[in-house]
């Protein structure tokens, strides 16, 4: 173990003499760097670090044979940290010696550059006298500039007048390259001649005239120029198909001028002298003519007026859009080819295009537009105009991006026109109702039967002629947008609940009409199953409009009430079907009163009267839509068996003996399976059972022909048990018809009902409740 520690206390001395070299060095590297801790401290850690190190090595007895070998170890590194410091060490004085030898040539360079700018100073003050003296020299050289100018352009100054008639000529002649070439030469004579001038003496304004008057011509040969050029840009669409090279001239003309332009500019940086009439800016002026141009052309393609030509703003719009189309295809493949790249003249003409559309439809806009000219310049600015009709056309691909192209009208312009076009259309849906209704009204009037569909049901063409109104409107506004479409439907749909209320009081007018004087109208029957028939196409077809221009879940979004509607339009059907049945009872008024008296007991055939009745006006029923004929015949069932009923609670007759009550009951149950095969008969197909109403007849007449008065508690008690809505006043009439129950037997039994009603079955449809007998106190029943 003693070995071991002195063994482990000299790798320790060895770790700490490396971490101590290691610290010596870094010190000498940068005596500069404050020093955290004393030297002391720094041994003390470099000893801690070194016995953690030795402790970790040698943590095994059999690691002890090993020491030899660690300290070599170390000493390698010892001595491989010794040489990087000694390296680096060595390197930085490299670079300070080297750094020290370049500042020492820079000084010296310094003080030779000192040196040469003191003799450049000597010389220069001693020169001053010399530059002095050769002013005469330099005004001379001035002169001789001038006068060598004037030489040069002497030939040019006489020929003046003889070149502007030639140039006069040649603008009229159309040779505008060579009339412009010969205005050159003289701008060129006149501002060279003027600069001149301008360099000698430039507060000399009247040489300055002088020249400018002597060359006055030129500026109106400019100006002349200048309108031939305008005149072949305007043009420059129908040019370019027929003399390209003319306008290829005019655009050659344009890009010399905007060379010299921007050359005299430049000189006028330098010597302040810019030649009058300059700069020219042609090439502005030349985008500015083909401004005014498409303006011109989008603004003269209105031929018709709201007077003279009520599809005025349709052919308008179509003619904007062709006109455009052909113009742009006529820019894209052959204008460009006659302009610089760099003029962007497709770009250009698009721009000036689509604002000068922009303008021409907002002053349309601003017009006192109708509902159907606002639909046709909404559908041509949303949809027309992006369209492959016009700048989505395939042939101006890819130059023009139909996504990045702006509205033509702001969103509030277009939002005002969709509010007066929703105002204007909802005034137009109620006026065309109102006016369908009226003329529907006035068909019901007639003397010939209507019309009747593939079916044979009997109609009118009040539900085509609405939903034909309401389908036009709705593929008009689809044309427009998506929400357009949406808010026109809701509209029609509010409307046609409005609609319908109208609907329901004329039908109700027309009925009660006809009940004053049944003569008229002739064919009353037959309009009133088209009015029942059409209330089952308006369902259809409100269904029908539903499915095609609105999803399920829009429909739930806007809340618009179908089942109102429904439940309108079965109210109007029920109180048609209800004056068809008021007219049959009319007709059967007098049969019914026959029945339960003397006459009847003694053979009438008032219920085979009844029978051929009903079964005929059944026939003509038979033009009534199935939903509603099914109800009727229901209902017509229940008002037969209800109104024989009440002609037995109507105490017509009293049967004097059993012979006439057998007669009686045995008539009532041969009239109940009369009255059950006809309706029967009447409802084949619908599969329903109409045997319960009449079943009812048959109950009372087992009443009625009963022979053993003894068993006529349990009898009437059965009945009560089988139509619970019968009262006390029922049983008193039949007890009364009948003509045999003792005063106590009909104290029981009325005292027996009123204990409480039986309770009735759920699919119980109530008889009794609706037939009413006449006063008469159970007082003087029980008499």
Same mark, same amino acid.
């Given at each position: ?19 101590? $070299? ?42 002890? *044979? ?10 390698? %590194?010892? &001595? @491989? ?24 040539? &820079? ?5 030779? =550059?000192?040196?040469?700018?003191? &003799?450049?100073?000597? *010389? ?31 030939? $040019? ?13 040649? =603008? ?27 360099? /000698? ?20 040969? @400019? ?7 305008? /005149? ?24 010399? #001028? ?25 090439? *502005? ?36 859009? %062709? ?17 610089? &790249? ?47 009709? /016009? ?30 076009? /929703? ?6 849906? =109620? ?10 009204? %006035? !068909? ?108 399920? !879940? ?15 339009? !079965? ?40 029978? +051929? ?55 009532? +149950? ?29 109950? +009372? ?19 009560? @048990? ?28 009325? #005292? ?22 006449? $006063?008469?106190?159970?007082? %003087?029943?029980?008499?």
């Amino acid at each position: 173990m003693a070995g071991h520690f002195r063994l482990g206390s000299e790798a320790a001395g060895g770790r700490c003499s490396v971490a101590a $070299s290691a610290h010596r060095a870094h010190v000498r590297r940068d005596h500069r760097a404050p020093q955290p801790c004393t030297m002391k401290e720094t041994d003390r850690e470099a000893v801690a670090t070194a016995v953690q190190r030795v402790a970790g090595m040698l943590q095994r007895p059999d690691q002890l *044979d090993k020491v030899e070998q660690y300290r070599r170890r170390e000493a390698r %590194k010892k &001595a @491989s940290v010794e040489a990087r410091l000694k390296a680096a060490i060595q390197s930085q004085l490299d670079g300070v010696r080297t750094g020290l030898s370049q500042l020492h040539s &820079a000084l010296t360079d310094v003080r030779d =550059i000192r040196r040469a700018l003191g &003799a450049v100073s000597t *010389d220069w003050r001693q020169s001053i006298s010399t530059i002095e003296s050769l002013r005469d020299v330099k005004d001379a050289v001035v002169r001789h500039s001038q006068l060598a100018a004037a030489v040069e352009n002497l030939k $040019s100054i006489f020929s003046v007048p003889e070149i502007v008639r030639e140039t006069q000529d040649l =603008i009229e002649q159309g040779a505008l390259l060579q009339a412009h070439r010969k205005l050159m030469d003289l701008e060129c004579s006149r501002d060279g001649l003027m600069y001149e001038q301008y360099r /000698m003496d430039s507060g000399n304004t009247r040489d300055m005239t002088l020249i400018h008057s002597y060359f006055g011509s030129t500026q109106g040969l @400019s100006d002349e120029l200048a309108k031939q050029l305008w /005149m072949v840009l305007q043009r420059a669409l129908v040019t370019v198909r027929r003399d390209p090279t003319l306008l290829v001239s005019v655009v050659r003309i344009i890009e010399r #001028e905007e060379k010299i332009d921007r050359r005299i500019l430049d000189r006028k940086k330098q010597t302040g002298f810019v030649p009058p009439g300059r700069p020219k800016r042609w090439k *502005d002026k030349m985008f500015s003519v083909l401004d005014r141009t498409v303006t011109t052309r989008i603004e003269g393609t209105q031929a018709d007026t709201r007077e003279s030509d009520k599809m005025w703003l349709v052919r308008h719009l179509e003619i904007i859009r %062709k006109y455009v189309l052909d113009d742009l295809l006529v820019a894209k493949s052959l204008l460009v080819q006659c302009f610089p &790249a760099h003029y962007g003249i497709f770009r250009s003409l698009l721009g000036m295009y689509h604002q000068a559309l922009s303008t021409r439809m907002q002053e349309l806009a601003a017009e006192d537009l109708e509902a159907n000219e606002i639909v046709s310049l909404l559908t041509w600015v949303l949809n027309t105009y992006t369209s492959c009709e /016009m700048m989505g056309n395939l042939e101006l691909a890819p130059e023009v991006d139909v996504s990045a192209l702006e509205s033509l009208l702001a969103p509030h312009v277009i939002s005002e026109l969709l509010d007066t076009y /929703m105002s204007t259309l909802t005034s137009n849906i =109620i006026a065309w109702l109102r006016k369908a209704l009226e003329t529907d009204k %006035k !068909d019901w009037m007639r003397e010939t039967e209507p019309e009747a569909d593939q079916d044979g049901y009997f109609q009118t063409t009040l539900p085509a002629i609405v939903f034909q109104m309401f389908e036009q409107n709705l593929q008009v506004a689809a044309q427009i947008s998506e929400e357009l479409k949406t808010k026109v439907l809701v509209l029609c749909l509010q409307q046609m609940n409005s609609f319908l209320s109208r609907y329901k009081e004329e039908a109700q007018q027309y009925k009660e009409d006809h009940l004053r004087d049944r003569q008229h109208p002739h064919c009353y029957v037959q309009y009133m199953i088209a009015i029942i028939n059409n209330c089952q196409t308006f369902k259809e077809s409100i269904v029908s409009l539903k499915r095609k221009y609105l999803s399920s !879940d829009m429909e739930e979004g806007l809340g618009l009430s179908q089942p109102s509607m429904d439940g309108v339009l !079965d109210a109007i059907a029920k109180e048609g079907c209800s004056g068809l049945l008021e007219e049959v009872f009319l007709d059967l008024e007098q049969h019914l009163s026959e029945l339960m008296t003397k006459k009847w007991l003694l053979g009438s055939n008032a219920v085979d009267t009844i029978c +051929v009745t009903v079964e005929d006006y059944f026939n003509d029923f038979a033009k009534i839509k199935k939903p509603y004929k099914k109800r009727m015949m229901a209902e017509a069932h229940r008002r037969v068996v209800v109104e024989y009923l009440r002609a037995a609670m109507q105490k017509r007759i009293s049967f004097r003996s059993a012979e006439e009550r057998k007669e009686g009951g045995e008539r009532m +149950v041969r009239e109940a399976e009369q009255l059950r095969f006809l309706f029967r008969k009447l409802a084949s197909g619908f599969g329903e059972d109409v045997d319960g109403h009449c079943d009812t007849i048959v109950a +009372v007449a087992e009443v009625i022909k009963l022979t053993d008065p003894s068993l006529l508690y349990l009898e009437v008690s059965t009945l009560v @048990s089988k139509y619970p809505d019968i009262r006390d006043d029922h049983i008193g009439a039949l007890l009364a018809m009948r003509g045999d129950a003792s005063r106590d037997m009909k104290q029981t039994i009325i #005292e027996s009902l009123e204990q409480g009603p039986t309770q009735a079955s759920p699919h119980y449809v109530p008889l009794f409740k609706d037939i009413m007998v006449p $006063s008469l106190t159970v007082a %003087k029943l029980l008499k």
